[in-house]
C-alpha cells in the first residue's frame, strides 16, 4: 500500500450514504478509506485513532453537528483536513464551516468528480502538513501509532485481531494477510503473526522469506526489546508490514508455549497499532492463548454445512471460553449469491449477525495467491477487496465501541 495514498474517514448517520461514497473512492488508487463513523462523538475518537487525511464530515447529524465535530477533531490534529457535506448550500452553514476550519464545503450529493477533486487537494494539504510535525521513532525504527505518556509508557496499547475458522480451508489466511495490509499504514503499524505453527504460509502468500521465525522471540519472551523484534520481522517490501514467520520445519511447533505465546503478542501490541494473527483451526494451547489475548475475534465461516456447523460449535465454546459475543467479528467468506444459504439466514440461525460478506472471486484471489501478491494491493477495486475493506471497517468500529466502554465514567 502506498504511503502517499490519501486516508479518508467518512462521517455520516446514514449507512447507505457512507457505502455509496464509500464505493465510489475504491476506484481511485491513490484514495484508502480507513474508517466511517455514524456521529460526530465517534468521528472524533476515529480520527484520533486513525489519523486520517481528509474527513467527509455530514453537517447534520443526531447527537453532535459536523460544525462542532470539526473543531473537535482540528484541536486535536491540526493537520486534518475536513470537508463539510450539506444537503443545504445555505452561505451561513458555508460561514460557519470554514470558521470552524473545514477546507471545503460540497452539497449532497456531490458529482463525482467534484467530491474526489476536493479529497485530492485537501490530501496534498494534510500531508504537507503532516509531514512538519512528524518525529522519528528514537529506537529500532518501528513506528508506532500510540502516544507515549510518562516515562515513555505507551497511553494506549495496540490491538490483538484473531483470524480463527473452526473449520480448515476456509481461507482464514487469505483473509488475514489481506486484512493486515489493509489495516497498516504510516499511523497504523501492523504486524502480522503466523500463529499455525506446524504448516503456516503467511510468509509464502507474500512472497516472502527470510531466516529468522517465531522461534527466535517465543524462546526470549522474557527478555524482548525493540532491537530484537525488528531484528527477527520479515519486512514486506512493497508494504513495508512487518511479518513474523512460522517455523520452517513442523516439529518445530513443539518448541512454542501458549505461554510463550502469550507473553510475545503483549509485547509486540506496545510497538504496534494492530497485532493480526493467522490460527489453525485446531484448539491448541497456542491458538487459545491467542484468542484469549484478543481484542477482536473474526470467525471464518463459507457456505456450506459442516463450516456453519462448526461456527456454531465454536460460538457455543466461547460462553465457556468466557468470551463476550460482542469481540467476535463474524465474516462470511467465498461468498456465492448463486447458493441459497444467505449471510441473513447464517446470522439468525446461530444468533450471531454476519459483519463482513467477502465474494467468491476466484479469478482474482487464487491468482494472488500464486503470485504471492495480495490482491488489496493490486486489485483493490474489486469485489474480494472491498469485502476486506468492509471487514477492516467493522473491526475499527467494533474496537472504538469497546474501547468507549472502557472509559471512565465522568462523575
Known sequence: MSPANIKVLIVDDVSETRENVRKLLQFEADVEVVGAART???????????????????INMPDMDGISATEAILQKSPFIQIIILSVQSDPNYMRRAMLAGARDFLTKPPMGDDLISAIRRAGKMAQQEKSKSVQPYPGAGIATSMSAGMGGIPVTRGKVIVVYSPKGGTGCTTIAVNLALTLHNDDTRTVLVDGNLQFGDVAVFLN??????????????????PEIVESVM??????????????????????????????LADY???????????????????????????????????????????????????????INRERIVFAMNRYDKRIAITPERVGENLRQAVDAVIPLDERIVI?????????????????AARGIFTLAESIRNRLSVSQADELPVKR
Open 40 to 58: 460526530g462523538r465517534e468521528a472524533i475518537d476515529l480520527a484520533a485513532e486513525l489519523r486520517p487525511d481528509v474527513v467527509l464530515m455530514d
Open 208 to 225: 516472502e522469506q527470510g531466516k529468522n521465525t517465531i522461534l527466535d522471540l517465543t524462546t526470549r519472551a522474557d527478555e524482548l526489546d
Open 234 to 263: 520479515i519486512r514486506h517490501g512493497a508494504s513495508g508490514l512487518h511479518v513474523l514467520a512460522s517455523p520452517t520445519r513442523p516439529e518445530q511447533a513443539e518448541g512454542v508455549s501458549g505461554d510463550q505465546f502469550s507473553k
Open 268 to 322: 509486540l501490541r506496545q510497538l504496534y497499532a494492530y497485532v493480526v494473527i493467522d490460527t489453525p483451526s485446531l484448539l491448541t494451547d497456542v491458538t487459545l492463548a491467542a484468542i484469549d489475548a484478543s481484542d477482536v475475534i473474526v470467525l471464518v465461516a463459507t457456505q456450506d454445512i459442516p463450516s456453519i456447523k462448526n461456527a456454531r460449535l465454536f460460538l457455543d465454546l466461547s460462553i465457556t471460553l468466557g
Open 367 to 383: 491468482p494472488s495467491v500464486n503470485r504471492g501478491v495480495p490482491f488489496v494491493i493490486d486489485n483493490k477495486a474489486q469485489p
